[in-house]
Each structure stands twice: as structure tokens, then as C-alpha cells.
């Protein structure tokens, strides 16, 4: 009997010590078992960062062939639906809508423009989806089955850029006010800002349009945020695709219903600028 008792009191400690264990929050060393996870919440739980390609043969492919660039970046898949994907720079890239099979065999996403309308639709087979490793097969030559790439992701702790390209790109904006260094309204006619004013387009990606609320384009090209998010840099464009002009200005405000930046006239006279609002809207690009 006595013995029987030290191996209970024996197995009830090495249990305990086990518990103890699988609780570790080290990763590195144990690994903590979760209940099971469906294909869309694996893909949604992290960040995921392109690490490595192959082609047909199996043969790794550089990140920056051109063969395979255009799908390198970091991944967000969010569990709401919705996905951003950018450009190892942390310049966004693509944005849209994301679902995949109960089976976990196909992840489909599709790109979106920031009136909300579809630029692609794109289907991909699985190749491999776990809480590390996510891996993706894509056809580049739809007439041609025989050539493909695997794109090969890794989860990463590499947190989204929150700078503000998400925000502009995400919806169509209409200027909806001005106000003057004085704090005062400014007509939207006025010549001093009526050239501001305008439904805009920032489309994920880096490409830009701003028509008149006539819906007649006034110009395009190209469009960034700095890093911080303090400054949005517009590049406009030729129809030969030769630089126009290029204007800096500084964000004000950048939430999802309202984006403000200042346009200070003339250089060597800072204290007077206009401030430029614009209002989310759901209007489509002409």
C-alpha cells in the first residue's frame, strides 16, 4: 500500500510539473498546444513575410526576379475579410478581400480599387498552411498549367505600417471644405483653391487620379506617404508619363472619414496657407 501511495504522489507531481511546463511562454523550447484552428484563422493569426520562391524544377528564385516580385511583400489577412499586402519596404501594395476553403486547398483574394471596385480576382493552390509556414502556388501563364512558382511565406512579428496608406487607399475622398490660415472658410470656387478641390483616388499600389466634381480628370501619376505619416507627396504625370510637377504637402488629419492636408502657396511666406478637407465618400472613379 505504501508504495502504491509514492507512485500516485510520483505521478501526480510529474503531471503537475507537465502542466507547468505546457504553459511556458517560451516558444523556442515548447510548444503550446492549441485547440484546432480552422485554414481562415491560421492564415488570419499573424503577419506572414514572403521568404523564399521555387519554380517548376524546384530551384530557388530570387526575391527580386521579376518572375516572382510582383507577389514578395509582407501579408495581412484579417479576420474580418479584408487584406493589405506591402512591399518589403513597408510600401503598400494591394489591397482588397480574402477568403479560403474549409479544405485549406485554395485562398482567393481579390484586389480592390478604393472605390471599392475589383481589379482582379486571383485563385491560388496551398501548398502548405500551418501557424509557421504558409505556401502558395501560382500560374503566371494561364496557357501554359506547366509553368508555376511556389511562393513560400513565414510568420513574422512585423507589425503593419500605420502611417496612413491603408486609410487613403481605402476609399474615394471628395474636398468638402477649405479653410484659410485665419481659421476662416474658403469658397471652393476661390481661385486660391479652387485648383485643390476634386473627388481622389489613391489606389494601393502608388498610382494616383484627381477629377473635378464634374468628374473630369485633372491630373494623375504617383503618390506616397513618408513614414511617419506626416507628409503625402504627390507626382504628377504627362500622358507621356514625363514628371509634370511634383508637390509636397503636409497631413493635418488622415482617419477613415476625414483627410485634411495644408497647401502653403507660396514658399518664402508660410503664414499663409489653406487648408484642404476632404470627406470620405462612395462615389466611383469615372
Not at 516572382?68 to 501594395?93: H, Q
Request: aromatic share 12%; glycine share 6%.
Amino acid at each position: 500500500m505504501i508504495t502504491l501511495k509514492k507512485v500516485f504522489y510520483l505521478f501526480a507531481a510529474f503531471a503537475l510539473t507537465a502542466s507547468f511546463v505546457a504553459c511556458s511562454d517560451n516558444d523556442d523550447e515548447f510548444v503550446i498546444v492549441d485547440p484546432a484552428l480552422t485554414p481562415s484563422q491560421i492564415l488570419s493569426s499573424t503577419p506572414w513575410a514572403t521568404t523564399g520562391a521555387k519554380d517548376k524544377d524546384g530551384k530557388s528564385i530570387a526575391l527580386n526576379d521579376p518572375a516572382v516580385a510582383g507577389f514578395v511583400g509582407f501579408a495581412y489577412f484579417k479576420s474580418d475579410g479584408n487584406f493589405a499586402i506591402y512591399g518589403l519596404n513597408d510600401v503598400l501594395r494591394s489591397i482588397g478581400t480574402w477568403s479560403v476553403d474549409p479544405q485549406g486547398k485554395t485562398r482567393t483574394i481579390t484586389s480592390l480599387r478604393p472605390d471599392r471596385t475589383p481589379i482582379f480576382t486571383r485563385d491560388v493552390e496551398i501548398l502548405e498552411l500551418n501557424k509557421k509556414v504558409f505556401t502558395y502556388r501560382i500560374h503566371t501563364n494561364p496557357s501554359d498549367p506547366s509553368i508555376f512558382y511556389d511562393i513560400i511565406h513565414e510568420r513574422v512579428n512585423h507589425a503593419e505600417p500605420a502611417n496612413g496608406q491603408l486609410t487613403l487607399a481605402s476609399t474615394a475622398w471628395k474636398t468638402t471644405d477649405a479653410l484659410d490660415n485665419t481659421g476662416a472658410h474658403v469658397d471652393l470656387n476661390n481661385p486660391a483653391v479652387n485648383g485643390f478641390v476634386g473627388y481622389a483616388y489613391f489606389r494601393a499600389g502608388g498610382q494616383y487620379a484627381i477629377y473635378g466634381l464634374n468628374d473630369v480628370l485633372r491630373n494623375q501619376g504617383d503618390w506616397s506617404i513618408s513614414p511617419d505619416g506626416k507628409t503625402r507627396t504627390l507626382v504628377a504625370r504627362n500622358p507621356d508619363g514625363t514628371i509634370a510637377w511634383t508637390r509636397v504637402t503636409e497631413i493635418l488629419e488622415l482617419n477613415s472619414n476625414i483627410f485634411t492636408y495644408r497647401v502653403i502657396p507660396n514658399a518664402a511666406n508660410p503664414s499663409v496657407y489653406y487648408d484642404i478637407v476632404h470627406s470620405k465618400v462612395d462615389h466611383k472613379e469615372p
